[in-house]
C-alpha cells in the first residue's frame, strides 16, 4: 500500500486512507503530465522547428529556446488529461486488486473513496488556471516573438502604419465599476523612431471637465525624460458642454502620454496567447469597432479560458467512476480509454465554440456547456456505481 512514511511527511494531518489514495494518484499524474506534454509538444511545435532549422536555417538553440517557452501551454492543456488518467488508472488498480471491495467492506462509499481524487482536482484546477494567467500569456508571446526576429530579421516586430490604440480606465458610476476609455491614439507611420500623422483624444481628466484633442505632424518619445516631443500640432481644448474652450497651435510641444510607442506600435497578441483580464480590455477594443462578429469570437474566448481550468474536475469524476468499477484491463487500457475520452471531450468543446461563435448559443454556454454534460455523464456514472 505504498510508503506510509513518505505519505506521512508529504501529506501531513490527513488520514491514511486518503494519504494512501492521493499518493497512488500522484504517480499516474506525474506520469500522464510527462507523456501528455511530451505528444502534445511534437505534434504542436517539435516537428515544425525540427522543419525550420533544417530548411530555414534555424538556429538549434533558437529552436530549444522556443520549445521551452511554449511547454508551459502544452502542460497545461495536459493537466486535465493526465487528472482522467490518474484516476482511471489508480481506481482501476484498486479494483482489479479487490480493494474497492474492502474498503466497501469497511463501510466506506464510493463517494468518499472518490473524495481524494476530487480534491487533487481542485488543486490541479488552481495551478492551471495560475498556468494560464500567468505563465503561458507571456512566454507564448516572447517565443513567438523570438521565432519572428529569428527567421525575418528584416520584418518589423511592430506596425508600421494605421496604428489606433485605445486605453480604458475602471471607474466607479452609481455604485458599479464600469470600464471606460481614457485615451484613443492614432499615428499614420511609425519607422521605429518617429511618428508621423498623429490624432490623440485625451479624456483621462474628463471626469473633472477636462479633455482634449492633440493634433501634430510628427511625435518622437524623449527616453531620458520619458516624455513625448511633438512638432507642427494644434491642442484642442474642449469645455464639458463639447464646446472648444481653447485651440493651442505649437511647432514644438512636450507632452507625457501613458506608453511608449512601441507600446503603441506593438502588433496584437493571438487571442489564445492573452491572459483573461487581456482578452477583458480587448473586448473593450473591440466593441469601439462595433465588429459585433469579432466581439462575439473573443466573448467566446474569454468564457472558454474561464471554463477550461474547471475540466480537471469533470475529468477526475470521469475518470474514477469508470476505474472504480469492476475491470480486469491493464494500465495500457486506460491510457488508451482516456486518449478516446480526451479526443471526445475536446470536440464537443470545440463544436460548442463554433456554436458560440456562430451565435446560436450564448458566449457562456459556448464555454461552459462541455463542463455541464461532463459533470451530468460523470455524476451518473458515479451514482450507478455507488448502487
Known sequence: ????????????????????????????FLFGVGAFSSIILAVGSLFDLVRQVAEAGLPLTVAIEVMALKLPQYVVYAFPMSILLSGMMTYGSFSASSEIIAFRSCG????????????????VTGITFFFNEMLVPAASQRATTTLTRALKQDKPTFNTDNIVKPIFKEIERNGKKEQVLSWLFYAEKFDGKTMSGLTILDRSQVDKGFSQ?????????????????????????IAPDASYRNIVTFEHQQLQLPKSPFEFAAPDKNL???????????????KLSGD???MTTV????????????VCIVFS???????????????????????????????????????????????FLAGWLPNFIGLAIGGWLIAQVAK
Open 292 to 294: 459585433s462578429k469579432k
Open 108 to 123: 466506506i462509499s464510493v463517494y468518499r473513496l472518490i473524495l481524494p481524487a476530487l480534491i487533487l482536482s481542485f488543486v
Open 213 to 237: 484633442i492633440i493634433n501634430a505632424k510628427s511625435a518622437v518619445f524623449d527616453t531620458n525624460k520619458n516624455t513625448w516631443d511633438f512638432e507642427n500640432g494644434t491642442i484642442y481644448l
Open 299 to 310: 466573448a467566446v474566448t474569454i468564457q472558454r479560458k474561464l471554463a477550461f481550468p474547471f
Open 1 to 28: 500500500m505504498g510508503n506510509p512514511s513518505l505519505s506521512r511527511v508529504l501529506l501531513p494531518g490527513i488520514s491514511v486512507m486518503d494519504r494512501y489514495i492521493v499518493t497512488q494518484l500522484l504517480m499516474p
Open 317 to 363: 469524476l470521469m475518470g474514477a467512476a469508470m476505474g472504480i468499477r469492476p475491470q480486469r484491463s491493464g494500465k495500457a487500457t486506460s491510457f488508451g480509454v482516456s486518449v478516446l475520452l480526451i479526443f471526445g471531450y475536446y470536440l464537443l468543446m470545440f463544436v460548442c465554440a463554433a456554436l458560440g461563435q456562430a451565435e446560436i448559443i450564448s458566449p
Open 272 to 286: 489564445d496567447d492573452m491572459s483573461v483580464a487581456e482578452s477583458i480590455d480587448y473586448l473593450e477594443t473591440v
